[in-house]
T-cell receptor, first 113, second 112 residues
Framework: DVKVTQSSRYLVKRTGEKVFLECVQD?????MFWYRQDPGLGLRLIYF???????EKGDIPEGYSVSREKKERFSLILESASTNQTSMYLC????????????FGPGTRLTVT | GENVEQHPSTLSVQEGDSAVIKCTYS??????FPWYKQELGKRPQLIID?????GEKKDQRIAVTLNKTAKHFSLHITETQPEDSAVYFC???????????FGKGTRLSVIA
């Protein structure tokens, strides 16, 4: 069974803080993704990675960066958190042999005050 | 880039009735169309998908149809049950690339 875990279910941070969201998958998947989910806006892709040390911008990368130093771990970084980054953040992974079947983590509900 | 439109945004049906959710996509080269279900407080999970060389696929009470000419695909749920209540997302890939573009979701409520 694929397991995708995220470091926190709930997180509260102050405006201007640097925030790290961690995602780990245990199925040796090559592809990893970060989405944010907001009511009425669906799932929007922030960044993705096809391999270690590789990253690509998604649809809404502004204000975010990512790091993938190991295959199983994909980190999302908010350099200076702002209130408009309050959201649910979902990590996902997929196997290159079946890239469109994505396995999601449980999500991190981030509140920036 | 790919654009995926999903309708309706909310849908209420009586238990036992059918539910249909429709999506349109813009990139004619898209070749794979998954549907994800997200129950309240849980993660999205793939429930069914269809590839562009197939017009229809069924899995028990759920089915997906694809019309490549019109560039739309639909999710059909028959004999709905309360456990079908969830948000459903359609998606389509950016042609030749891995990322999926998701629709905005449909909140389905099955009323007992």
């Amino acid at each position: 069974d694929v397991k995708v875990t995220q470091s926190s279910r709930y997180l509260v941070k102050r405006t201007g803080e640097k925030v790290f969201l961690e995602c780990v998958q245990d199925m040796d998947h090559e592809n990893m993704f970060w989405y944010r989910q907001d009511p009425g806006l669906g799932l929007r892709l922030i960044y993705f990675s096809y391999d270690v040390k590789m990253k690509e911008k998604g649809d809404i990368p502004e204000g975010y960066s990512v790091s993938r130093e190991k295959k199983e771990r994909f980190s999302l970084i908010l350099e200076s958190a702002s209130t408009n980054q309050t959201s649910m953040y979902l990590c996902a992974s997929s196997f290159t042999g079946n890239p469109y079947e994505q396995y999601f983590g449980p999500g991190t509900r981030l509140t920036v005050t | 880039g790919e654009n995926v439109e999903q309708h309706p945004s909310t849908l209420s049906v009586q238990e036992g009735d059918s539910a249909v959710i429709k999506c349109t996509y813009s990139d004619s080269a898209s070749n794979y169309f998954p549907w994800y279900k997200q129950e309240l407080g849980k993660r999205p999970q793939l429930i069914i998908d269809i590839r562009s060389n197939v017009g229809e696929k069924k899995d028990q009470r759920i089915a997906v149809t694809l019309n490549k000419t019109a560039k739309h695909f639909s999710l059909h749920i028959t004999e709905t049950q309360p456990e079908d209540s969830a948000v459903y997302f359609c998606a389509a890939p950016i042609a030749g690339n891995t990322p999926l573009v998701f629709g905005k979701g449909t909140r389905l409520s099955v009323i007992a």
